[in-house]
């Protein structure tokens, strides 16, 4: 794929993704989305306004430095977080900083993310940032990213969510997975005690080519919201078990 079509594809994958989060309940009126352009040192991110409003020619490329170079911005407050994990993680393409209802009420807790089902075993742990502050400068920034390690989430206490995967459908995939499993938490800890199951080991198929390439899950997201039909869906799911097949996962 040339290099233009590369970046017209990622901004696509970011408005679906924008679209799929919202309708999920895991974004709302702030919050952002971000990508990396392989090969670069350049980002692609959604503007400081509500996610679900944004068309491709409304997303910014920003450096590593965090300065825009194309787009009509304004870029978030908080792209720091976004680049300090990209200089970070090479294994990250995609990060989400957002607002999610459920997981900050469980990130006041104090519990944490218990692995009780398959949705919170697979994300395996999530640690808790202990800054409630909006993360403005690199210092900030850097101190969420030491807390975040290589983990896959992120609590930022009283604030938010910080979510990371190598692509933008896999960032979705474990974001809405994430707000899932922390509402199931807390409804099953208003009248019980949840317990981790016995063996995580496998961490819930969330890594490796699964999460490269969430085939199954991501073309069920994008036909649930109509942003795909059920033919399209079909046949992303095929390609996508191909892919990942081919990559060495067992069937």
Not at 92 to 111: D, E, K, M, T
């Given at each position: 794929m040339a290099e233009g079509d590369q970046v017209e594809e990622l901004k696509r994958q970011l408005v679906d993704g924008l679209q799929v989060l919202t309708r999920e309940g895991v974004l709302d009126g702030s919050g952002h989305l971000?990508?990396?352009?392989?090969?670069?040192e350049t980002l692609l991110i959604s503007p400081?306004?509500?996610?679900?409003?944004?068309?491709?020619?409304?997303?910014?490329?920003?450096?590593?430095a965090g300065k825009r170079i194309a787009g009509a911005g304004p870029i978030p407050l908080e792209t720091v977080i976004h680049t300090a994990v990209y200089r970070r993680r090479?294994?990250?393409?995609?990060?989400?900083?957002?607002?999610?209802?459920?997981?900050?009420?469980?990130?006041?807790?104090?519990?944490?993310?218990?692995?009780?089902?398959?949705?919170?075993?697979?994300?395996?742990?999530?640690?808790?940032?202990?800054?409630?502050?909006?993360?403005?400068?690199?210092t900030m920034a850097d101190a969420m990213a030491d807390t975040l390690g290589d983990a896959q989430a992120l609590f930022l206490r009283g604030h938010g969510i910080v979510v990371v995967g190598p692509s933008v459908a896999s960032t979705c995939v474990i974001a809405a997975r994430f707000e899932k499993a922390c509402t199931d938490q807390l409804l099953l800890m208003s009248f019980s005690t949840p317990r981790a199951l016995a063996d995580t080991s496998s961490g819930g198929g969330l890594s490796g080519p699964r999460m490269e390439n969430p085939y199954r899950a991501w073309p069920f997201l994008l036909e649930k919201h109509g942003l795909k039909s059920r033919a399209e869906a079909k046949a992303l799911a095929a390609s996508g078990s191909k892919r990942t097949l081919r990559a060495g996962e067992e069937a």
């Open positions: 971000s990508a990396r352009i392989p090969g670069t400081r306004y509500a996610g679900v409003l944004a068309d491709p020619e409304d997303l910014c490329t920003v450096t590593l090479p294994d990250v393409g995609s990060v989400l900083h957002c607002h999610a209802r459920y997981a900050v009420l469980l990130g006041l807790q104090g519990v944490g993310l218990i692995p009780f089902n398959r949705e919170a075993a697979g994300l395996g742990p999530v640690p808790v940032h202990d800054e409630s502050r909006g993360i403005s400068d690199d």
